[in-house]
């Protein structure tokens, strides 16, 4: 499978704290793409980062890519209690997603 | 703003009925897919379409079919419906090969 995989598979923080997510796939990319999940809810995409790319910025989102270690994180800074959501990091085409990291901010 | 929907958000259905998802996107997108999402397996992926009376076979194609005969419209079958086709089913829709939107899922019990 080529299956990206999301490290750690759950997270607890407090508000305020920084939460950091990690992702490894298998082949080589052309792009990977971090999305959000509310709980029973469809998933909304976050950001994209290229594989010519190193670092990207959104707001309080922090994506790095490093392909040589075939790995991406995510971090996303001063969290609030709004952030908790499952988050997944997708490869591919057609797009194949990881598990994902169920991150829980706790007020 | 992209818009995909899908008919239902909850539905129950009886082992054996021929159930129809279906899949409206409002933003003009060649490709649409459709993702079936379990406890501890995430997402995976169905079936897909680039184009109008096109489709692929994802990874778990078997028990599913699909129709495709408008751009806008997706519908994913399930011809025989069998306990374990009970998930959440989201559907998503994209114009490239990257950004994909979702719908807000179906979550399917079968009986």
């Known amino acids: 499978s080529q299956q990206g995989e999301e490290d750690p598979q759950a997270l607890s923080i407090q508000e305020g704290e920084n939460a950091t997510m990690n992702c490894s796939y298998k082949?080589?990319?052309?792009?990977l793409q971090w999305y959000r999940q509310n709980s029973g809810r469809g998933l909304v995409h976050l950001i994209l980062i290229r594989s010519n790319e190193r670092e990207k910025h959104s707001g309080r989102l922090r994506v790095t890519l490093d392909t040589s270690k075939k790995s991406s994180s995510l971090l996303i800074t001063a969290s609030r209690a709004a952030d908790t959501a499952s988050y997944f990091c997708?490869?591919?085409?057609?797009?194949?997603f990881g598990k994902g990291t169920r991150l829980s901010v706790i007020a | 703003d992209v818009k995909v929907t899908q008919s239902s958000r909850y539905l129950v259905k009886r082992t054996g009925e021929k159930v129809f998802l279906e899949c409206v996107q409002d933003?003009?997108?060649?490709?649409m897919f459709w993702y079936r999402q379990d406890p501890g397996l995430g997402l995976r992926l169905i079936y897909f379409s680039y184009d109008v009376k096109m489709k692929e076979k994802g990874d778990i194609p078997e028990g599913y079919s699909v129709s495709r005969e408008k751009k806008e419209r997706f519908s994913l079958i399930l011809e025989s419906a069998s306990t374990n086709q009970t998930s959440m089913y989201l559907c998503?829709?994209?114009?490239?090969?990257?950004?994909?939107?979702f719908g807000p899922g179906t979550r399917l019990l079968v009986l």
């Open positions: 082949t080589s990319i052309n792009n």
């Open positions: 998503a829709s994209s114009f490239d090969v990257e950004t994909q939107y």
């Open positions: 997708a490869t591919y085409t057609p797009l194949v």
């Open positions: 933003m003009d997108h060649e490709n």
